[in-house]
Structures are given as C-alpha cells and as structure tokens.
C-alpha cells in the first residue's frame, strides 16, 4: 500500500512536485496529500519576497496559459465562458484514473472502496467551500444547466399548479429561462420578469412588487454573466420566504469569484459549474434545503438512484444519491474538490479583492476608449462590478472585433449574445463582445486589451 | 489596363493552382471560349472581363469581384465553379490572414445595396452569429439572383464574394457549390472544420435551401440528371440533418435546422 504513494505521476507540473513530502504520507490520507501538494505550492509563493500581484503568482499554475495563438502570446479573457484549471486539478483526475480508478458506492473491493472515499470527500469539500451544513444536501449534476433543469422537473413539476407565478429576471442565462419555459407550458404556470433599471441592472423594487401570494419560485442570478451585476439576495430571500416563496440562485458567476455562504443567503437551492472555477466540465451541483430534497420525486432514473426495483415499481433512494442516477463522472468530482482546495488555499476574500481591483482597472481602461459602450452599472462606492466588461464599439460588429483581436493580437474574448439572448433584445442590440478575468489574469493582460481593441478600432475605421 | 493591376491574376500561385484545377474541369461543360482566356492570363496585357460585358474601366487593383459586381449579365459563358476557383485561388494567394481581411473588407464594399423593404426575418440567414439578410429572387432567364446585406463588415465580405460567384448562375449552379470548397476562404475560423460563426457556410446553405424552394424539385432534379456528378441534393441531406430528399425540399414550418455541430464535418465513423 505504501508504494503505491511513492510512484507519483511522471508528467512534468508547474508547482514543484513534492515527490519527497509524498512518501510520508500514506495513501489512506491521500485527502491530506492533495491538499499538501496545493498548500506546498502556496507555500513557496508566499514565501517570494517581491510583492507580486495575485495575478503573477497564481499564473505559475496555469500552463495552458503559456502559449502564442497566431503568433502572438495568448492573452485569455474569457474565464466567464469556462476557466482555466491549475496543475493541481490536473493532477488530481489523472491520479484518481491512474491509482483508484473504480465505480463509487456499491463495491466491495479496495479500488472501490477508496474510490468512494474520494468521491463522497469531494461532496463534502464542495458542500465546506459554500458552507452547507451537510454534504447531502450536495447533488452531483452534469452542470448548472442541468441542476436547474433538475428543480425544474423535479421540484417545479410537482408543485406548480395553474395560475402560480415564477420569478425571473430578464437578464437570467438561458439555462434559467428555458427550463421554466418548458415546465410554464406543462403546468399552467405564470413566468414574470423583472427589468433593469436606469443603472442597467434589475430592477429590486420592481422585483419586491412583483413577489405575491401567487409566487412560487424566484429564480434568479446572483452576479450577471453580462451586466457584472450582483443581486441582493438574502434581501430577496427574506422577501420570497415572506410569502412562501422559494428561491433558486444561478451562482455560476458568484462562486468562483467570492465567498458564497449559502446559510448566510438562506437560499433554497443554488447551482453553480464546476467548470467555471477551476474545475474540469462534466460535473457541476445543486445545493438544496435538506427538507426540499427530501420531498421532490427522482428526475432520472436508473441505477444508483434506487432502494429496490421490481418489475412493476422501485423504490427511490434518499437525497442525494435519489437525483444522482447512473455512474456519476467521479474523476471529475474528485477533481472539483481538488479545484474547492486550490481555491481555499489562496482564499476566496482574496481572490475576491484582487478581482474587484481588476474590475476596476478593466472597466476604467475599457471606458477610456473611444466609441465604447459597456453594459451594466458604473463601478462606484456602492456598486462593485464582477471583473467582466460586455461592450460595444460604435459601428463594429463584435464579431469582427474579436475574429480581429484573436487573429492579430491573441486576444481571446467572447462575442455573441453569451446566452442571454432576452437581455440583448432589452438592450436593443443583437451580440456584444465580452472580455471576463479571473484571478490568473493580471492588469498587463488588461493592458494588452485594451492596445489591442485600438488596433482593431482603427483598421476598422480605415476601411470606413 | 496596366499590368500592375493585375498583379493579382498573375501571381504564381494562382497560375499554379489554375493548372491541376483544369483536369477537373473536363466534366463540365468547358467551352473552347474559356480556354482560350485562361492560356491568355499569362499575357499580362489582355483583358480579363470573361465573356461579361463589363467596363474595361474599372480598377482591377481593388479586387475581382468589383469588375464584376456592376457588369449587366449578358452572355456570360463562366461558370460558377470557374468564379469559385479563381476566388479560392486569389484567397490561397493571401497568406497573411490579415491580408484576407482587407480584401474581405474590400469586398464588402463593393456589395450592391440591399432595400430595407428586404430585412425582414424570412430573408435573414439563420444559424450566424452576424445578422445576414439574403434576398433572392428568380430572372427572367431562369437564373437566380441574390442581394444581401449584414452588420458585420466581414460576413458583408463573405457575402459579396458568394454573391459575386453565385448572382446570375442557373440553379443547378449554384447547388452545385460544396462547403469544402469554400474553406479555403476561412478567416478567423481555425483550421478545416467549420464552426458555428461560419457564415460561408451559413449563407451557402441558405441561398441553396431556398434556390430548391423557389425554382422546385422537379426542375432541377430533371436538369442535373445530365450530370454525372455526385448528386448536389447531398447537401441538403447534411443541411436538413439526414431528413429524405423529398421531405427536405417541401416547405417546412417549423424550422429545426440550426446546429452547433461544426458543419461540413465528417460524422461517419
């Protein structure tokens, strides 16, 4: 047993392989191991005496970041459409595939055993990083989309009736929209939406006045993928719960970025992608109230997710395993408690702060530019903006903007609508372009932008 | 006409391209006429206008197609695979993606105007990042005619190049036109495989789809039986995702057809 924690995989890793601190731990506490490998690299980082931003440090463990895309380097922001994963998430899916690999819950054997360790431990890791107070309280989803999807059949079609009302904004993802679509349609259920307001973002008062008797559900993001807006939500949680009315938060863009304290919102059921925060696709979850998950029926069936099977019936399991039905990506969870490690390590406030600067920085630099218009509220004392700008530039049509940055300068953002095609008609226009940071990003990558977006500018004026 | 401006035609790589390119010509309809100009490409002092009775006026420095976009369609022999080729082959000529932009850009403008009466949403081009409006009608001759427009100066670009192809060709021409030849024309889109901000493919698609829609099955069906080439109503198979022929072209209310999967891709296994 004790070998098998010497042989270490043998790919080269950005932070420095503790090969020698390994052989003291055993692989019982490979919990430990995995989390000392992370804490060792933050260790020497901190113990680097130059003052160098969050930025510079963090960018070690990124190796995708260290490339040239069309012969310039790559210059990568567009972290709200998927993140970047650090060597220790890496390592963590290729050992669990190379070491214990092995089908989680039913089995017997060691393999099976220790793989089921691993992957109830990365349950309880994801349920510590929004502080649940119980990891069942944690499904293991495909992704946020797919854990809105399972409220959504689940939770919405057993207790919405005709004439119950749900709660949307207009700037809701379209993952937070077109279930409610779909389930309106086979309940008889109202959707209502909230608009912006004058600060383009959504409206609260109109979203108090609008919570009734007739409210269900009140689904809603917690920072917008567009607008870099954040919403109130334990204020809408008091108000939702006031009349009886559930919540559902989209966190997607809340939890990579800051602290998500989900006894502090109160909130009775948050989804968030695993993908969005360091973590690998294929895995995301949904936090629901104990009693809530307890009470809704299964919304795919299969194995896993039963007591007994019959012939004519079966029998469901309890929460979570009851909406977890077939071999759930177990690698990939064990992953995202890899990536809920590496995160807490560097720690969420601090990552938060460095963001809320380089949201700052972006947006300032971002606003300077001439024929440049950004969506959303202006950075000021008591509004903070998530780092991500959606813009404009006055005669270019987004897409043609970033073909030219990715081409010419390796500039990699995101144009299109971002899956919020509904905000976009609001606003009155059909595509934006989108530049999103995260804490690997530094204010040079900024700078570099920001060069880059007046180059295009002006090519494109020159065809005028 | 100063050789200079013809710097484009001349330039090796399009001569070199030209020539494996005419063994596949021998299925088509290649008349002697045809011919004749090509071997006279390499004089640099002949004219270039290929059989249309355009200006000599124009400045041939901007681009092809802007000899072409105002010529009045009369007895023109060239086909719409020739035009296809020579554009493939003056892209191919470009190797600085840059250098592709501009001229995409170029061509942009020189896109024959599209009426406000024809934005409306039966004439945008579904499946594009860009909002593309394409008009098409049929002449008095038979052939198609396309107009189209786009708030995105670089699928305006693609639009004129299609359009330059593509306007006054007869039906069967322009099902003719596979996706794969268009590839070569890719900028900002990596490598072969087409994404979904693809919009040569998207506007191809959608001028084919609704040329099948306007001049009817049995028309052109009757006409391609001539041609022994690999039957055109394939690619409406990969368009209207694997539905039978005849489905495909009868008038569908509900349309299904946008897909993310990169198109043009090879599925089969």
Redesign the interface.
């Known amino acids: 047993m004790e070998g098998v924690a010497m042989k270490l995989p043998s790919f080269k890793t950005l932070s420095p392989t503790p090969i020698s601190v390994a052989s003291t731990f055993s692989i019982r506490r490979s919990f430990s191991f995995a989390r000392r490998s992370s804490s060792l690299s933050a260790a020497t980082i901190t113990a680097d005496s130059e003052p160098v931003s969050l930025g510079h440090r963090a960018r070690k463990d990124f190796r995708i970041l260290h490339q040239e895309v069309?012969g310039s380097k790559l210059v990568y922001l567009d972290s709200a459409a998927t993140s970047q994963k650090p060597a220790a998430v890496l390592e963590a899916l290729q050992t669990y595939y190379e070491f214990y690999n092995s089908n989680v819950h039913r089995g017997i054997h060691y393999l099976s055993a220790k793989a089921t360790d691993e992957f109830e431990l990365a349950r309880k890791k994801v349920a510590r990083f929004i502080n649940a107070s119980d990891s069942r309280e944690i499904v293991f989803t495909r992704n946020a989309t797919e854990a809105i999807n399972l409220v959504a059949y689940s939770w919405g079609l057993s207790n919405l009736k005709p004439g119950d009302e749900v709660i949307l904004t207009v700037a809701e993802h379209h993952s937070c929209i077109v279930p409610w679509q779909i389930v309106s349609q086979k309940t008889g259920a109202v959707l209502k939406f909230v608009t912006l307001n004058e600060d383009e973002t959504p409206d609260i008062d109109m979203l108090r006045e609008m919570i009734s008797e007739k409210t269900k559900l009140v689904a809603v993001h917690h920072v917008s993928n567009v607008l870099a807006s954040s919403l109130p939500i334990e204020e809408i949680v008091v108000w939702a719960h006031e009349v009886g009315a559930k919540v559902l938060v989209d966190a997607c863009q809340s939890v990579p970025h800051m602290v998500v304290d989900v006894q502090k919102l109160n909130a009775d059921f948050l989804v968030a992608s695993s993908h969005k925060m360091c973590g690998p696709t294929g895995i995301g979850f949904l936090y629901g109230k104990s009693d809530l998950l307890l009470a809704m029926p299964p919304f795919l069936g299969g194995g896993e997710m039963i007591s007994d099977v019959f012939l004519d019936h079966s029998t469901y399991a309890e929460p979570p395993s009851r909406f977890e039905a077939g071999t759930p990506a177990i690698g990939e969870a064990i992953a995202l408690g890899a990536a809920c490690d590496y995160l807490s390590d560097i720690g969420m406030p601090k990552i938060h702060e460095y963001e809320v600067e380089l949201a700052k920085y972006l947006y300032e630099t971002l606003a300077s530019v001439p024929d440049v218009r950004i969506y959303g509220p202006r950075p000021s004392e008591s509004v903070q903006r998530a780092a991500l700008c959606s813009f404009n530039v006055e005669g270019?049509?987004p897409?043609?903007l970033a073909?030219?940055l990715?081409?010419?300068h390796g500039v990699a953002i995101r144009?299109?609508h971002h899956c919020a095609q509904p905000l976009h008609r609001y606003l009155g226009v059909?595509?934006s372009a989108r530049a999103s940071l995260y804490f690997y990003n530094t204010k040079e990558d900024v700078d570099s932008f920001i060069v880059a977006l007046a180059d295009t500018v002006s090519f494109?004026n020159s065809?005028k | 006409m100063n050789s200079s401006s013809l710097n484009v035609l001349a330039s090796p790589p399009l001569i070199s391209t030209l020539t494996p390119t005419l063994k596949a010509f021998h299925r088509i309809n290649f008349s002697s006429k045809l011919s004749k100009r090509i071997r006279c490409m390499h004089d640099p002092s002949i004219n270039l206008n290929f059989g249309s009775r355009s200006n000599p006026k124009h400045d041939f420095p901007v681009s092809l197609a802007t000899a072409f976009v105002e010529a009045p369609l009369g007895t023109t022999t060239t086909t719409s695979a020739d035009k296809l080729h020579l554009l493939v082959s003056e892209f191919r000529s470009l190797t600085e993606p840059i250098d592709r932009v501009k001229r995409l850009l170029s061509y942009a403008t020189a896109l024959a105007p599209l009426d406000d009466s024809a934005r409306v949403p039966a004439n945008r081009v579904t499946g594009c990042t860009t909002q593309v409006w394409l008009e098409i009608k049929v002449d008095e001759l038979g052939r198609m005619r396309f107009k189209a427009d786009s708030d995105s100066e670089i699928s305006k670009g693609f639009c004129s190049c299609l359009i330059w192809i593509l306007d006054g060709a007869k039906p069967e021409e322009v099902m003719g036109v596979s996706g794969e030849d268009l590839s070569e024309m890719n900028v900002g889109v990596h490598g072969k495989v087409q994404s979904r901000v693809n919009t040569w493919h998207n506007v191809l698609m959608s001028m084919q789809k609704r040329t099948m829609a306007l001049v009817g099955d049995a028309d052109v069906e009757h006409r391609e039986g001539d041609r022994s080439e690999p039957h055109p109503h394939n690619l409406l198979f990969d368009y209207v995702n694997g539905r039978s022929y005849v489905e495909s072209s009868s008038k569908v209310d509900r349309d299904y057809s946008i897909s993310l999967l990169p198109l043009g891709y090879d599925f089969t296994i």
Request: charged share 10%; glycine share 6%; proline share 0%.
């Open positions: 069309n270019l049509h897409t043609d073909t030219f990715d081409q010419q144009s299109g059909n595509a494109f065809f």
